[in-house]
């Protein structure tokens, strides 16, 4: 997890940010798991990890999204 | 339970917190900004959860993942991705220096008058705290204390909150919200003109998310349901299905939601969930009790008293979770479109 960190904090462009967070999502996943194991109530902690499956990627989604978009524009000449 | 090694777990995380939040700050790029928040909620809800707080880690898990990030995005999409700062006189930097350290260490002054973590004796946990959890179970079979907290023993409180998103929601209608038809402003060029690609053309997303949708949806009415015994309830129910709806219009676009889900009925069903809520309340009154007091409740729902609190709770849970879903998806919408509601990220 920490070689990740890395990439989110010096990432030199704005892509490998994306990629870097979207595997910390992933990771924390497992960790809100783990500490479920170590309450010793995993069945509360299934439903966060869940719902973090379920939501994870629509940031990514959302921010590639955008980069097409400015990519088109780019490609138009609008912007630079 | 075995001496679990939680200080450890918080002070890792909170110091990679405060290094997010550094680095978020000083980035110029915004779209690098959000995402690095991204990060940053992630982190938050490890902490809660290793506090145990699993309800408040549910809510970051699905506010931060599901919506606010997205709604980050789609602001800097309407707006300009750099920000480049003015560089303030040096005496307005000094001033503005002068406040936040005198600010922060005034916060740090109060630190030792602060309970320990997790002190028997605080006041958090001597005064109202025993009483919620020796009789959360009697008073309405729920086993969730938070459920119980949130929605029944505190349900002003619960009122007021989804009232604030309901407000929130209609103040980003009226600032954003613009009738192509008799708007006279006109757009500078980069933002009116038309995604140049063809939005048909990532059949990846398109059906990865036809697929995930219904399972997301299904899921939030799980979590809005079941609230009683595990985390959940309406806010984060909420905030899932309003999440799945905004999956579809950044995988489709925002006209073909909007040809199921056209603005009045976003509007009128935003309404509605704050109408459920006053409406449980009042009709509490009528069957003789106090506003909100769903025990009173009980020769209309099934079971005696402690039963109909706990369906209290859910029909409460349910107008929570309507509008919180239906907020969230005219915000989207608004801050995708500027207003317009023709077209989004």
Redesign the interface.
């Known amino acids: 997890m920490l070689l990740v960190l890395i990439r989110v904090i010096k990432g030199p462009t704005v892509i490998d940010r994306l990629v870097a967070v979207n595997v910390i999502g992933t990771k924390s996943i497992v960790l809100i798991l783990f500490s479920g194991i170590l309450f010793g109530q995993l069945d509360m902690f299934v439903d966060i990890a869940l719902g973090y499956g379920l939501l994870n990627f629509i940031v990514s989604i959302a921010a590639s999204r955008y980069y097409q978009h400015r990519r088109s524009l780019e490609q138009k000449g609008k912007i630079s | 339970?075995a001496e679990?090694?939680i200080w450890q777990?918080d002070t890792l995380f909170l110091i990679?917190v405060l290094?997010?939040g550094i680095?978020a700050l000083a980035m110029q790029?915004l779209?690098?900004a959000a995402?690095?928040f991204?990060?940053y909620s992630?982190?938050m809800?490890?902490i809660w959860?290793?506090m145990?707080a699993?309800d408040v880690?549910?809510t970051e898990?699905?506010v931060g993942?599901?919506?606010s990030?997205?709604f980050i995005?789609?602001t800097?999409?309407n707006t300009g991705?750099s920000a480049i700062p003015k560089s303030p006189r040096i005496a307005f930097k000094i001033f503005a220096g002068l406040i936040a350290i005198g600010t922060g260490a005034f916060l740090l002054s109060a630190l030792p008058d602060f309970p320990g973590w997790g002190d028997p004796k605080s006041p958090v946990n001597s005064t109202v705290a025993p009483y919620y959890i020796k009789n959360s179970i009697r008073d309405a079979h729920v086993p969730n204390i938070v459920t119980t907290v949130l929605a029944d023993y505190r349900s002003f409180d619960t009122l007021l909150e989804t009232t604030v998103v309901f407000i929130a929601c209609i103040a980003i209608y009226s600032i954003l919200r613009i009738d192509n038809a008799k708007s006279k402003v006109t757009e500078p060029?980069?933002i009116t003109?038309p995604?140049?690609?063809d939005p048909t053309d990532s059949l990846i997303?398109r059906q990865a998310?036809r697929i995930?949708v219904p399972?997301?949806q299904l899921?939030a009415l799980y979590?809005i349901a079941h609230g009683h015994y595990?985390?959940?309830g309406g806010f984060?129910g909420g905030v899932?299905l309003g999440?799945s709806i905004?999956?579809l219009c950044?995988?489709f676009d925002i006209k073909h939601v909007l040809q199921h889900w056209t603005e009045k009925k976003i509007m009128l069903l935003t309404a509605l969930g704050v109408l459920i809520f006053a409406t449980v309340g009042l009709a509490c009154i009528l069957m003789g009790g106090e506003y909100l007091d769903y025990g009173y409740l009980d020769s209309v729902l099934p079971g005696d008293k402690a039963y109909a609190r706990s369906h209290g709770i859910l029909l409460v849970e349910i107008g929570v979770g309507i509008t919180v879903m239906f907020s969230m998806i005219g915000i989207y919408i608004n801050l995708a479109s500027n207003g317009r509601f023709d077209r989004g990220?």
């Open positions: 339970m679990l090694p777990y990679l290094l997010f680095t790029n779209m690098g995402i690095v991204g990060a992630f982190l809800c490890l959860t290793t145990g699993v880690a549910f898990a699905a993942a599901g919506v990030t997205v995005v789609a800097i999409y991705v060029d980069i003109s995604p140049a690609y997303i998310s995930m399972f997301m899921f979590v595990s985390p959940g984060q899932i999440a905004i999956l950044i995988s990220l």
